[in-house]
């Protein structure tokens, strides 16, 4: 089953780091761009950045550049986001998701993991 | 950036009804990179269209995406019970940017 399980999430001081996983199975994870979108509980969706299938190009929401980093290890099949600096309008669901192959359209998404910071 | 708008915010419908949501950009998209996704409550967002009239796999032809350029519609004829959900419209070229959601509710 093509699957993307993210964790990582949880509560962190604003100032604060994270790092997000998600993990990927079901399909050749080395052979797609990947990328990570938040969502505020009740609010639309936001775009937040990506990786190239071999992990040479990053690209980032001006919101995040300078404090987020996408990584990836595609021997371990899995995605990252390296969170710095975080501030409380961070907060938010974070999915990982799939870019199709051959559209650019995201095509399998994670259940997402919830981060929240505060004070 | 390419900006998105979605219209109506909520279309209060009746299942075996038709929807029509619409989708604006602030400039022309390339190449019909354009997208409709689904997202029903606590659940993460579904591809249903891609490259602004092509449906993903497995998604039932009651969905049928339309339009060029700035104007989309998201076609959804024959309301199912299960159809009643949060929909974007996505444009796929850098930086990606979603539309602000159209509800679809029962009425």
């Known amino acids: 089953e093509v699957q993307l399980v993210e964790s990582g999430g949880g509560l962190v001081r604003p100032g604060g780091s994270l790092r997000l996983s998600c993990a990927a199975s079901?399909?050749?994870?080395?052979?797609?761009?990947m990328h990570w979108v938040r969502q505020v509980p009740g609010r639309g969706l936001v775009w937040v950045s990506r990786?190239?299938?071999?992990?040479?190009?990053?690209q980032y929401a001006d919101s995040v550049k300078g404090r987020f980093t996408i990584s990836r290890d595609n021997a371990r099949n899995t995605l990252y986001l390296q969170m710095n600096r975080l501030r409380v309008d961070d907060t938010a669901v974070y999915y990982c998701?799939?870019?199709?192959?051959?559209?650019?359209?995201?095509?399998?998404w994670g259940r997402g993991t919830f981060l929240t910071v505060s004070s | 950036e390419i900006v998105l708008t979605q219209s109506p915010a909520t279309l209060s419908l009746s299942p075996g009804d038709s929807a029509t949501l619409a989708c604006r950009a602030s400039?022309?998209?390339?190449?019909?990179?354009l997208a409709w996704y689904q997202q029903k409550p606590g659940q993460a967002p579904r591809l249903l269209i891609y490259?602004?009239?092509s449906r993903a796999t497995g998604v039932p032809d009651r969905f049928s995406g339309s339009g060029s350029e700035t104007d989309f519609t998201l076609t959804i004829s024959r309301l199912e019970p299960e159809d009643f959900a949060v929909y974007y419209c996505?444009?796929?070229?850098?930086?990606?940017?979603f539309g602000p959601g159209t509800k679809v509710d029962m009425k």
């Open positions: 998701a799939r870019e199709d192959l051959w559209e650019g359209a995201f095509d399998i």
């Open positions: 079901g399909f050749t994870f080395s052979s797609h761009w």
């Open positions: 990786i190239s299938s071999d992990a040479t190009k990053t």
């Open positions: 400039q022309s998209v390339s190449s019909h990179f």
């Open positions: 490259s602004a009239y």
């Open positions: 996505q444009q796929y070229g850098t930086p990606f940017t």
